[in-house]
């Protein structure tokens, strides 16, 4: 017992003294920006790409449903779509700014419970709906890295380059297909022990999650500023870097963790003005699909319990 509440307390403390940290840093790179540049950053973003990158979001939380459907298949149950869509749509929108612990598992337990899973099958769920997107993040940040590795700052020393991270996601991929194809046994993830995925399962886990990616990224390429020169390849390596360790610090959205990142390794290609880019995608992926969860969460509930009430009656 006492081991198991010092990790329920851990990952909570220090997901905020990293918070803190990288609210306090990000600040610091912040007072470095005039505000005619932040406003440039601002104003200077084609409003046609604005709605562009509103519409690449939009699709790219409806492919977030297939995250949950593939979970599924792998469970070898079936639900309708449209109850399906509904827990992906609030476990993601939620839980991408309040944090998978506080919002995305409690709402998966609380609708899939409710339509006939069992607790332990939706923590099967979960562990593969992680497993998932860190595949595609694995297939995709360890070719893009390899290929476009990203330079890193002068005062960011790090033991090994870009090139070399990238070099250990593919490795962590290739390892992941190899165990795929070739092992059949009970795989221990915690307390669970798992089957690897059929191969055939497998490839569409890290197709989705790659695509996934890449239109978030996409977007993100969409709101910099009109006049920034800057390939989409160095977006693309920066935007899975600040991904990867903003999940890995357990700082729920990454908020200010994944702005710093992405304000430290593009200002230099961009310019001081990427910082209010970050901002808009911020509020475009973040905080509007937060807001529309939160009334679709609100509107089910006062719509089943109407529902409930009638049938009562």
């Not at 160095?234 to 903003?246: D, F, P, R």
Request: glycine share 8%; aromatic share 10%; charged share 10%.
């Amino acid at each position: 017992m006492p081991k198991r509440k010092l990790r329920a307390i851990a990952g909570p403390i220090l997901a905020t003294v990293l918070f803190g940290l990288a609210v306090r840093m990000l600040i610091h790179e912040a007072q470095t920006i005039t505000w005619e540049e932040f406003m440039a950053g601002l104003t200077g973003v084609p409003p046609l790409y604005l709605v562009f990158a509103a519409f690449l979001i939009a699709l790219n939380y409806g492919l977030l449903i297939t995250y949950d459907l593939l979970a599924l298949r792998y469970l070898c149950r079936s639900l309708p779509l449209r109850r399906v869509a509904l827990v992906s749509f609030l476990g993601y929108s939620l839980g991408n700014n309040l944090g998978t612990l506080l919002a995305a598992t409690p709402i998966r337990f609380r609708f899939y419970s409710r339509w006939g899973l069992s607790p332990s099958q939706i923590v099967v769920m979960i562990s593969i709906l992680g497993l998932t997107f860190w595949s595609g993040l694995w297939f995709l940040g360890g070719a893009v890295l390899v290929w476009v590795p990203v330079e890193l700052p002068e005062e960011i020393q790090l033991p090994f380059g870009t090139r070399t991270l990238g070099v250990i996601l593919l490795s962590l991929a290739i390892g992941y297909a190899i165990v795929c194809f070739a092992w059949r046994k009970p795989w221990p993830i915690g307390e669970l022990h798992l089957r690897p995925p059929e191969p055939g399962l497998m490839s569409v886990q890290a197709s989705v999650a790659a695509v996934d990616l890449l239109i978030s990224a996409t977007a993100l390429y969409l709101v910099l500023p009109g006049d920034a020169v800057v390939p989409f390849a160095v977006v693309l390596a920066a935007y899975l870097v600040g991904i990867a360790v903003s999940l890995l610090t357990q700082v729920p959205g990454g908020l200010g963790v994944l702005e710093l990142i992405l304000l430290t390794l593009l200002k230099e290609s961009v310019g001081e003005s990427v910082l209010a880019s970050i901002l808009i995608f911020r509020l475009l992926y973040y905080v509007l699909p937060l807001l529309f969860g939160m009334v679709t969460l609100v509107a089910h509930e006062i719509y089943g319990g109407a529902v409930e009430a009638r049938q009562v009656r």
